[in-house]
């Protein structure tokens, strides 16, 4: 079995809402004036997802969206559930949080789960008011998260906040910022105690975590140089207790963002266990209308150094053990 974990689909209305023009090619922008998505038909159109699917050999794809309030995302959470009516063995579907929608936040992904039969929740690595994943806002979510034993999808900001040195007039924002943010969020998790204090809880991080392997070396370094002293010069406790590696290997990583890139692949591989990374095409803002690509990127994983569990693995069933489908 093959899973694309990262597969979004818009209702047509939400779907002309952010911009999208039918027949032609548009952009959302973002608040910062920043291309926020590139806008495709197929965003909205089901019947080219199955056949780009089919093309590709991709059994089931994980939907999901980065919608802006808790109004558009029980719109899209009330039509997706027509999909997983229509097509149960070929989607399953994440519903978003924010926890700046608070309790009745916390009220939808119960209502998408029992009634929707969703299977998990999508956050953005920054979420509304550029909220951090180590934020004490997040507590009550983690909490029920940790009951519901879902995973969590950490998806990428609309805008990165924070990184104004990165800003310039060409689309840095999309190609740099995005995943200095997944980077920041992955080590957010394990520097700032999340899965210390939660340590049952089951992210996914989106491409490859920003490339947080390339990196994730110099921290470590760095943390076991300084040892307390890396929180604070005055630190005693740190709010973790065992080794990086310990939290770092409870993550999973998603394979989209690089367009089927394998030198990416290769370098999460020097850093990151099989078992946690998951395919993603990151379908159809990556791969639009490219089901040879997919499939090249999935021959070209098969072809990698690795035992023939792993391969499958990282293709399907470690996404088919988080979703509860095996």
Known sequence: MIIDWQHHW??????TDKGGVEGAYSRGIAPDGKT???LYDAFHQIDKHLVIMDAAGIDVAVLSGSHDSLAETIYWNDQCAGLLRDYPRRFVALTRFSPSWGEAGLQEIDRSVQELGFRGVVLRVQSDDHIHLDSPAFKPFYEKMTKLNLPIFVHVSTS?????GAKAPWESNITLIREFDLATGTAR???????EEFPELKFVMAHMGGGIAAIWERV????NYWGPKFWGWDCKKPPI????????SKIYFDMAGF???MKSVKCALTTISPERLVFATDYPPNFVDDAAGIRNYIDNIMKLDLDKEAKEGILGSNAAR???LI
């Open 36 to 38: 926020a998505v590139y």
């Open 160 to 164: 990165g906040h924070g990184f104004e």
């Open 259 to 261: 367009e089927g890139g």
């Open 189 to 195: 998790l394990v520097l700032g105690g999340i899965l």
């Open 241 to 248: 207790s065992k080794p990086l590696d310990h939290y770092f």
């Open 220 to 223: 470590e370094r760095y943390v």
């Open 10 to 15: 818009y209702p047509k209305k939400y779907y």
């Open 322 to 324: 988080l979703l509860g």
